[in-house]
Nanobody, 122 residues
Framework: QVQLVESGGGSVQAGDSLRLSCAAS????????TAWFRQTPGKEREFVGV???????DYADSVQGRFTFGRNNAENRVFLQMDSLKPEDTAVYFC????????????????WGQGTQVTVSS
């Protein structure tokens, strides 16, 4: 069983940066595909990006060039560095992992964290 715990969310101004962290127990994240999704009230979860076990990456167009993945294998963590934040980035951000899929589709992920709130003010 894989457990994921997100941290690093907060309230910032437009143009600021945040670094989200996804910590795992039960499996090694470097052997999984780890994705971030985000969700605002009344909307479906939106794909943000995915870091593959082979360090391949895919980002949503809306965050391409502003968000960057990183990992710390010793700590079994994956990071999402978010720069040049915009008010439209405001959401609850969820970490997800899959051993099978490198995907933009939320249903393909087996393991989910509880989420961390990111609020960006203009």
């Amino acid at each position: 069983q894989v457990q994921l715990v997100e941290s690093g969310g907060g309230s910032v101004q437009a143009g600021d940066s945040l670094r989200l962290s996804c910590a795992a127990s039960g499996r090694t994240l470097s052997a999984l595909n780890t994705a971030w999704f985000r969700q605002t009230p009344g909307k479906e979860r939106e794909f943000v990006g995915v870091l593959g076990w082979g360090d391949n990456v895919d980002y949503a167009d809306s965050v391409q060039g502003r968000f960057t993945f990183g990992r710390n294998n010793a700590e079994n963590r994956v990071f999402l560095q978010m720069d040049s934040l915009k008010p439209e980035d405001t959401a609850v951000y969820f970490c997800a992992a899959s051993s099978r899929f490198f995907s933009r589709i939320s249903h393909n992920y087996d393991y989910w964290g509880q989420g961390t709130q990111v609020t960006v003010s203009s």
